[in-house]
Structures are given as structure tokens and as C-alpha cells.
């Protein structure tokens, strides 16, 4: 374990006052930081990936965790800084990358296995995890960090109030294990709802064939008006009475009684042309 600096000490001497305008909300708290890296699985083999590290709490935790190889990403010039004096700490484990996470191919980062670990900022997280959903056979794990509320969307069951489009596209591919709670107010500054680091486990093969760009449309339109019927829901993707024949799900069900399977077999139907009919 390196010897480094406070925190605190850090982010006072690099002027790192959070911005609201990149979603940063720090977690300082080391014993919490460390269970994060410990939740994350083995790491001494293939590519370990953080987001947004801000001022280190974590990629020092995961580094002291036994990361062999860990490239945090970073669009902030300050904590940019922070993360090379880190690099300086572990020789050869530390690879800085200054970018924004939206635009990099994170599938493409070091090499197999790899994962992402990260507090990720609250105003981007579902963009991220959409992103990285598509390209989840290149990853191990992703274990992250959410407002509470997402990771409710992410593992929720059929006819529950959180159960909607993230749940269906993520359970698809990912086993969801929800992990533990982080208070808010052992954030700096603090958020104004809790947090919950959540583990997704890429499924050997999706729950059901389907196209991910075609689930995406299934979904958007069924859950778009969730408490009609889907003989009225799904018209915007054409006949609707012909796709649901197909599948031979009840015109008066709602989406929110559907199951994963039932929404990609309405999606094999589309792209088999059934709704063009």
C-alpha cells in the first residue's frame, strides 16, 4: 500500500471543488471505497476500468485491492493531476486516460478480462450503462455505484412499479445483484438520495434472442404509455394485432405484466416483418 496524501489534503491543494456540471459527488470515505473494490471480484488478471476517479478514493482502493492494471478515465483537467500523482505511487499499474467517458470505446480498453468499477456521476449513469450493454460480452463485470432508484429500475420484477425499459434491456444480458447502500451523507458534497453500488454479471448468452437496437424500440413504445394496453401501446411499431398473434401474447395486457422473454419474442416478430403485415 502506497503512502499518499489525505483526501481531503488532495483535493484542497488541487482546488477540486465539485461541479454540478459534471454530476461529481466524492466518496471519501476509504473503509467504503475499499468495500467497493473488494465487491468488484478478483483483479489481479486482465483490465480493470474506472470512471470519473475524481480525487482517488476508489483507484486507490482498487489498486491496494490488487489491481494489476487499472486505466482511469477522466475529463476533469484537476482530478487528471490527482490521478498522475497516483500513477507515480504504483508504478506500471496506473494508466491515466484523459477523456470523457461518452466518448470512448470502453470495450476496446487494455485487455481481457476486464471491468468497470466506478462511482459513476448520477447525470450520465443510464447513458453509460446503455453503452456499455451493447458491447457486454467484452466485459467481465461491471460493478457500479447509482442513485438507489436506478438500481430498483435495474433489478425490478414484472408488475412492480419499477419494472420498465432498463430492467428488461439489462436483465437480458446481466444477472443484477444489488450489493449494499452508501448513505448520502458520506458523499462530499451529499447527493439528495441514497446509493447503491450494484454488480451486473454478463449472462453466457441474452435470456432470449433479439436484436439490442430492436428491443430498445419494442420497449421505448411499451413502456411509453405503460398503463395502456398493448394492442394500443405498441401501434407506433405498426400492426400491432399482428404482433401480438404472432407472439401469442393478449392484446390487453399492459408491459408492465411482461416478462424479459415476451418482449424479445415481440422483437424477433418485427424483424421477421410480422408488423409490417
Request: glycine share 6%.
Amino acid at each position: 500500500m502506497a503512502e499518499l496524501p489525505p483526501l481531503r489534503e488532495v483535493i484542497a491543494r488541487h482546488g477540486l471543488a465539485a461541479r454540478k456540471s459534471l454530476g461529481q459527488h466524492f466518496l471519501l470515505d476509504l473503509n467504503l471505497t475499499g468495500r467497493i473494490a473488494r465487491a468488484a471480484g478478483d483483479l489481479s488478471v486482465g483490465t480493470t476500468i474506472e470512471i470519473g476517479p475524481g480525487p482517488g478514493g476508489l483507484t486507490r482502493a482498487l489498486l491496494d485491492a490488487g489491481a494489476t492494471r487499472l486505466i482511469a478515465v477522466e475529463r476533469d483537467d484537476r482530478a487528471v493531476e490527482i490521478q498522475r500523482e497516483i500513477a507515480a505511487a504504483y508504478p506500471g499499474r496506473l494508466e491515466v486516460l484523459a477523456a470523457d467517458a461518452l466518448a470512448i470505446d470502453a470495450a476496446a480498453l487494455g485487455e481481457a478480462p476486464r471491468r468497470i468499477v466506478a462511482n459513476l456521476p448520477y447525470n450520465i449513469s443510464t447513458v453509460l450503462l446503455l453503452a456499455w450493454l451493447r458491447h457486454i460480452a467484452a466485459f467481465e463485470s461491471l460493478t457500479l455505484m447509482f442513485q438507489a432508484e436506478v438500481v430498483d429500475r435495474l433489478a425490478a420484477a414484472p408488475r412492480s412499479p419499477d419494472y420498465g425499459r432498463l430492467s428488461v434491456i439489462t436483465q437480458w444480458l446481466c444477472e443484477v445483484r444489488p450489493l449494499f447502500n452508501i448513505d448520502k451523507r458520506a458523499f462530499t458534497p451529499p447527493p439528495t438520495v441514497m446509493s447503491t453500488v450494484v454488480r451486473l454479471l454478463p449472462r453466457p448468452a441474452p435470456l432470449a434472442p433479439a436484436r439490442f437496437a430492436t428491443l430498445e424500440r419494442v420497449t421505448a413504445a411499451a413502456f411509453g404509455q405503460r398503463r395502456k394496453m398493448l394492442r394500443s401501446s405498441l401501434k407506433p411499431l405498426g400492426n400491432a394485432d399482428a404482433l401480438l398473434a404472432a407472439t401469442g401474447l393478449p392484446p390487453t395486457a399492459r408491459a408492465e405484466e411482461l416478462p424479459v422473454e415476451s418482449f424479445c419474442a415481440l422483437a424477433e416478430a418485427i424483424d421477421d416483418g410480422v408488423a409490417a403485415g
